[in-house]
């Protein structure tokens, strides 16, 4: 549930990168609405706010989300992700703030970034003390639950096959996974408001070091046009599914 809803607001090494870093950003700040969908119902749940600045030395970006009055009374969200990146978007330190319902948590990853390989280091807080302290370490490129949304922004699918896949790296709070994308092909969506826009859809998997997946695929549609804007977020629950859709 939780890793459904932060997304809705990859054991390889990266010889070739489909990334081409073109990605521009001054400030922006990207509003979703939240819509639960099972069968006949579609229920607007929860609102999320993707900001981002640019910084002297990179970026900072802020991806908040919260459940609306009504699915208050179900399950309270309050989540907050947090991520300081460099100017080609890598990460340098990540935090993740989470209340559902009456769970509080804290966590915070250090990133130390390397030519051909990616370190950190991890503390989890609980009550606000420190539960748990550890490192991860991986061959290649590692983002966090936030920084991989611009990785995945960068990706030049133009020059990518459809059904062909890239894989990297993600640290979490007390673990590391493998989010392989596959790129589907070009395809025509529509928004809430019914506008309609062309957008690369793409396919997430994570996986952890065993091969064991970590959670339901999550299909993701980014614009095509310059800015590379994540359109529609789709991932699965227990029942129904989340559809996050931007909301300008």
């Not at 990853?109 to 991860?136: D, G, H, M, W």
């Not at 020059?159 to 392989?180: A, C, R, V």
């Not at 999550?218 to 989340?242: C, F, H, N, W």
Request: charged fraction near 25%; aromatic fraction near 12%; glycine fraction near 4%.
């Amino acid at each position: 549930m939780r890793k459904t809803f932060l997304l809705v607001f990859v054991v390889l090494s990266l010889v070739l990168s489909p990334l081409v870093n073109a990605l521009s950003i001054t400030n922006e700040t990207l509003n979703y609405q939240v819509v639960y969908h099972w069968g006949i119902v579609w229920k607007h749940a929860a609102d999320a706010t993707l900001t981002t600045t640019k910084t002297a030395n990179g970026y900072s970006s802020r991806l908040t989300g919260k459940t609306r009055s009504w699915a208050d009374k179900i399950y309270t969200v309050r989540d907050t992700l947090k991520c300081t990146m460099t100017n080609n978007f890598r990460p340098i330190k990540y935090e993740k703030f989470t209340h559902e319902r009456s769970y509080f948590a804290h966590d915070i990853v250090e990133f130390t970034n390397y030519a051909a390989s990616t370190s950190a280091q991890c503390t989890r807080y609980r009550k606000n003390k420190p539960t748990a302290n550890l490192s991860l370490s991986a061959n290649g490129v590692a983002y966090d639950m936030l920084s991989v949304f611009f990785m995945l922004r960068n990706i030049d699918f133009d020059k990518m096959k459809s059904n062909s896949t890239y894989s990297t790296w993600i640290f979490s709070g007390k673990q590391k996974e493998i989010l392989t994308v596959k790129y589907v092909g070009v395809e025509q969506i529509e928004l809430r408001d019914k506008s309609k826009h062309q957008a690369y859809h793409i396919k997430l998997k994570f996986t952890q070091d065993n091969g064991k997946k970590s959670s339901d695929d999550i299909d993701a549609y980014i614009s095509t046009e310059a800015q590379r804007i994540p359109l529609m977020v789709v991932g699965k629950l227990p029942v129904g599914e989340i559809k996050c859709y931007y909301a300008r």
